[in-house]
């Protein structure tokens, strides 16, 4: 793996640019408002390349009609404890946003809810939605799909996305949380596209070619499709995530949502969310089993991340490329939006 | 393996000589019904181990002080949609019962409902509950805990049990469902003890011996503990049902649980059950996605024992051995039972 060079800025700085870059390509304020936030806890707390790097995949997707953004999704009250979104082709985090006080209180008043969302773009860094409620101190459990990425089995073809299921709880030592953010899959599709550009092999049991045969060549991992962590097992996860992210909102299933990076619409894929209000003294006590087993040599998840809140960052250090990148679609798109406009003022 | 010697009996008479048992073993008729009928779904839907030799353990467990038989678990609600049920050192699947029909009942009115239960006996075949839940028209996800047997990494102690995670939805074909019902850990402890029995080797990743170093000795891993399936995320998945087994019902941690089998003590560990209502149609459009995901080479597990609900069994294949145990602990118990009377009578 290279490394990626950093460079250091103000967060207040860093929100701008990402702000400016989301009004470049056609997003409203709320839109821009929501993708922005979501893209700085990523930075801040979730992998690297869910934070600036992805934030490109999100402005290809607004200039490549991916995404729309200038909708408001559309919110029902099936039953009084659901709250379900239609995404109307926009961003994941919008609806997400757009309801969160509702689920909070919800939560509070019944004791657990359910957010369900269909028709967004992919939803991005999962563990961000779970962090969020479990700083509400709520636990909260969920699952997304997207285009598909990995067959189930040598010999298969693609039928789920990586089908990520994210766990987050109050619990951490010092106010933090336990935070749980994996794949269904043996590993992410972006280390298969990494390895392949550095010309490295990859682990066995991580992906198949195209024909379905088992492989340890990236690019032909690339051509193939990943495979599920832990065999059966791992398939069976990836399976109840998909019965819950896309059954249970309504959205496409994996195997009918187009490509987040080529297609020209929306993947229109689901996002489940289970929220539940634990018992009193739940943090406390969580807390002290996770630093007993971490005492233990086990690996408690998301406490690295709950130590970065501890500290107001008052500058960042970002991926530098990342960085140039987005500026650069700015700029190009601030040119089109203002020769759009000459032409409209013209006519 | 050694193949299991199998006798054939009507299932009322199977049902009649399970109850017997319970009796004879100092259990009342509530909790015996709940424990029978759990039983025989796992006899018939559920792997062979967690049917007949299962309820084995739970005979020897009645007679050896680590459950009460005679107890009724105690339900509060600490917010509307939320059902805690203290199992009083009890079997996990009366308090299921006592509060069935409140948590279909809530479900369909708010949408969805927890159910947690603390302070009982290991929970059995943890599909059984998912099952029931399905069969109800809803998407149901449990979670349970139990004495340590599994290590999450070699050189590590045991800090959890086999902490499996259970998921069912309607939606298999034919009016079926779709069942999950795996542990966290690679395999199952049964299967150590087996392939121990039977002087076989393990494969590989299965366990560590009691120094955790890595072995295929099952001797050994007997002595040593289970691994998690898929390492870290396997190891993630059985933190998190740790959390929401013990965590959200206020149980005993894994690491606190007495062993199931030779405690004097209630094991006293934690059940938690999230039921969902799922949307209009969501079993006509599962069971289309099932039959498709099918075509397509993948499992989808569950299906065949929802096939064999399909005829009502008027005779059943039982394990021989099995159920030449329960008859002769029966038997002792019921020797023993008279005897105390009869002491009892002359007091």
Redesign the interface.
Known sequence: MTATSQTKLPMEQLRSILTTACHAVGCNDGNAASLVEATLSAHLLGPPAMGLPHFVDYLEAFKGGRIDGRVTPQVTR?????I?VDAKKGIAQAGFDLVFSSLVEQTR??????F?QSNSYTAGELGYYVRRLAAEGF?A?AATNGPPLMA??S???R?YCTNPLA?A?P?GPLGGQ?V?D?ASS?TAFVKLIKAAAAGEAIPEGWAIDASGAPTTDAAAAVAGALLP?????????A??V???AA??S?AN?S?DAGDFRSSDQSPAIGLTI?V????PG?AA??AA?AQ??AS??????GLRSANRLLHDEETTSVDAEALATIQAITAAAGRQTNFSNQRSARS
């Open positions: 099936p039953l009084p404890a659901i379900s008043k019944t004791g657990l809810a359910l369900t636990v459990l189930v089995a010999g298969g073809q039928v766990f709880a619990g336990i749980i994996q043996a962590f832990g065999g059966a097992r791992g398939a069976n996860i399976l109840m998909e019965l819950l059954g249970l309504g299933w195997l289970i539940l209000a634990p018992p739940f006590r969580a089993q007993r087993l233990l040599g086990v690996h408690i998840p």
